[in-house]
C-alpha cells in the first residue's frame, strides 16, 4: 500500500497517515483510504465507513468531514471508499440504480466487501461498526445500512435519500427535487427482506440544511419516517407504533458566527433513543460544520462529525 502524508486543518494542525489501497471482488473494484490514529490500544476498535458525495475524491472528503480528526480524537479506524470517474462522470455513487440496492450486489457488495477485509484485518469491534455520507454518498449508506445491519450498528444520512427512493435517474432526480413518490410502508418491509433474517435494529442519525437547493429537506423527514418504520416492524414484527416519531428529547443551538440547529431525538415507546434528526437554518447542500473549505462544505454549522459519531455511539 502507498503511504500519503496529507495535512489537515482543523483547531489544531496534525499529519495524518492515510493509507491507501484497492479493494476488487466479484462486484468490481475501487480505491480506498484509511487511517489507523497512532494511539489505538489492543482493544477491538470502532470503524467508520465514510462515503463522499458527488464531485468530491476521498481525500477531499477527509478534509472537509473532520472523519479523521475525530479518529485521532476518540481513537478509531475510519476508511474513505472513493468513486471512479468511470462508474459516474461526477463521481457519484450510483444509489439509484436497483442493482445497488441488494444486500449481495453492485456498489453496496463492493463497500460491506472492502468494510469487512478491513475489519478482520485491523481487529475492529463488531458492536462500533458505522457507515456515514453526504448526499449520493448518503443515499448509498442508507441503502447499505438497510441492507446489511447486521454489520453496522448505525448510520449517518447528511444530506440524502431513504433506502429505495428511486430505481431510475428520472426518479432520482424527481427524490432529490420533491421527495420520493414511493410509499414508505412498503420501502421499510423492502429494507427488512434485503435485510434478510439477521436484520437488527442500529442507530440513524439524520443532518440536512433547511435551504439545501440539490436535495429537498423534505427528504430528511422521509429518511427518519422510513427507518422509524423499520424499527418498528422489527421489534416484533408489525407495524404498531412502539417506534415512533414522538420527540423524546430536544436540543437547540447555535454556532457562533454561525447557523441555529435544532436536534430532536425520536425512539421507541420505552423510551429509547434510536434515530436523530438534525436540522442546520440556514444552510445549504453542504457538509455542516466542515474542517475545511469546500464546494459541499460550511464551516459555519455545528460539526456534524462530532454529532454523529456522539449519538452513534452513545
Known amino acids: ?24 471482488s466479484s462486484s468490481g473494484s475501487r480505491d480506498y483510504y484509511f487511517y489507523v ?9 470502532p470503524m467508520v465507513v465514510a462515503l463522499h458525495g458527488c464531485t468530491q475524491t476521498a481525500l477531499e472528503f477527509s478534509a472537509q468531514s473532520g472523519f479523521t480528526d475525530l479518529a485521532e480524537k476518540y481513537g ?30 453492485g456498489e453496496v457488495a ?25 448526499s449520493a454518498g448518503a443515499a448509498t449508506a442508507a441503502n447499505v445500512f438497510a441492507c446489511h445491519s447486521d454489520l453496522f450498528s448505525g448510520v449517518g444520512v447528511h444530506s440524502g435519500v431513504e433506502y429505495h427512493a428511486a430505481t431510475t435517474d428520472t426518479e432520482a432526480q424527481q427524490a432529490m427535487k420533491n ?17 434478510g433474517p439477521q436484520a437488527r435494529m442500529g442507530r440513524v442519525v439524520i443532518v440536512h440544511g433547511s435551504e439545501d437547493n440539490v436535495v429537498n429537506p423534505v427528504n430528511a423527514g422521509r429518511v427518519a419516517t422510513q427507518f422509524t418504520k423499520i424499527h418498528d416492524l422489527l421489534d416484533d414484527g408489525i407495524e404498531n407504533g412502539t417506534h415512533s416519531l414522538s420527540v423524546i428529547t430536544s436540543k437547540a443551538g447555535l454556532v ?23 436540522t442546520v437554518f440556514g444552510m445549504k447542500h453542504a457538509w455542516s460544520g466542515a474542517h475545511s473549505k469546500g464546494q459541499y462544505a460550511d464551516i459555519k454549522g455545528p460539526d456534524a462529525a462530532e454529532i454523529i459519531w456522539n449519538f452513534l455511539t452513545k
Not at 421527495?179 to 435485510?195: D, H, R, T, V
Open 179 to 195: 421527495g420520493s413518490s414511493q410509499n414508505l410502508s412498503e420501502s421499510a418491509l423492502a429494507a427488512i427482506k434485503c435485510g
Open 1 to 24: 500500500m502507498k503511504v500519503l502524508l496529507l495535512f489537515l486543518f482543523s483547531t489544531s494542525v496534525f499529519a495524518a497517515n492515510l493509507q491507501k489501497g484497492t479493494f476488487t
Open 37 to 45: 490514529p497512532a494511539n489505538l490500544n489492543q482493544e477491538p476498535r
Open 76 to 105: 478509531f479506524i475510519v476508511v474513505y471508499p472513493e468513486q471512479a470517474s468511470a462508474n459516474n462522470i461526477f463521481k457519484c455513487w450510483n444509489w439509484f440504480k436497483p442493482e445497488n440496492q441488494l444486500r449481495n450486489g
Open 256 to 278: 457562533p458566527n454561525g447557523y441555529r440547529y435544532q436536534i430532536d431525538n425520536y425512539g421507541s415507546s420505552a423510551g429509547t433513543e434510536w434515530i436523530s434528526n438534525v
Open 110 to 134: 463492493i463497500i460491506t466487501g472492502l468494510t469487512t477485509k478491513l475489519a478482520r484485518e485491523n481487529n475492529v469491534d463488531s458492536d462500533r461498526l458505522f457507515i456515514v455520507g453526504l
